[in-house]
T-cell receptor, first 117, second 113 residues
Framework: SAVISQKPSRDICQRGTSLTIQCQVDSQVTMMFWYRQQPGQSLTLIAT?????????ESGFVIDKFPISRPNLTFSTLTVSNMSPEDSSIYLC??????????????FGEGSWLTVV | AQSVTQLGSHVSVSEGALVLLRCNYS??????LFWYVQYPNQGLQLLLKYTTGATLVKGINGFEAEFKKSETSFHLTKPSAHMSDAAEYFC???????????FGTGTRLQVFP
């Protein structure tokens, strides 16, 4: 299994500001993803965080709004830029652990709950 | 594109009653299938998953799900509901060849005493 730590766990942000969310895993992982869960909604994949290169974004998400870094195999950041109330969501980090015991299992962090006012 | 349909955004049962949460997927090739639970103000927790092999999968907290290829379904069941089961449940698929998850819209389970 994997222990995933996300910071901050919660924050209230001012409109127009930017916030960076950190995701730290206690073991090296092959894949890291960022998802968004808007209030009362399901989860939507924002992007795949690629180690040492630019992230791969899903349709509807762009790098200027959601810049992502992944400098190594255990850490990634997601920045939500120029925030508006529509960005109020839970942002979740997800990792894939491969191995003989866990198989290809996907784990989620506890999420970062952002409210934009 | 693959999709996941969860029938019923809200399901209410009495404590001790059967829980049945429905999930159907659209795919010509059976994907990997997952059920996650989200308790109030908490993150996602994996309940169970189907990849290959036995089609009846047992998970945590007494939940199980059966993969039925002919019906493209992966319904979640629990014989006897407990108050602590009240939560949001998400069905998800992982298309073969990718580690991305596609989520259903979720079903909120309420359990009444």
């Amino acid at each position: 299994s994997a222990v995933i730590s996300q910071k901050p766990s919660r924050d209230i942000c001012q409109r127009g500001t930017s916030l960076t969310i950190q995701c730290q895993v206690d073991s090296q992982v092959t894949m890291m993803f960022w998802y968004r869960q808007q209030p009362g909604q399901s989860l939507t994949l924002i992007a795949t965080a690629n180690q040492g290169s630019e992230a791969t974004y899903e349709s509807g998400f762009v790098i200027d709004k959601f810049p992502i870094s992944r400098p190594n195999l255990t850490f990634s950041t997601l920045t939500v830029s120029n925030m508006s109330p529509e960005d109020s969501s839970i942002y979740l980090c997800s990792v894939v652990i491969a191995g003989p015991y866990s198989g290809n299992t996907i784990y989620f962090g506890e999420g970062s709950w952002l409210t934009v006012v | 594109a693959q999709s996941v349909t969860q029938l019923g955004s809200h399901v209410s049962v009495s404590e001790g009653a059967l829980v049945l949460l429905r999930c159907n997927y659209s795919s010509s090739v059976p994907p990997y299938l997952f059920w996650y639970v989200q308790y109030p103000n908490q993150g996602l927790q994996l309940l169970l998953k189907y990849t290959t092999g036995a089609t009846l999968v047992k998970g945590i907290n007494g939940f199980e799900a059966e993969f039925k290829k002919s019906e493209t379904s992966f319904h979640l069941t629990k014989p006897s509901a407990h108050m602590s089961d009240a939560a949001e449940y998400f069905c998800a698929v992982r298309p073969v060849g990718t580690d991305k998850l596609i989520f259903g819209t979720g079903t909120r389970l309420q359990v009444f005493p």
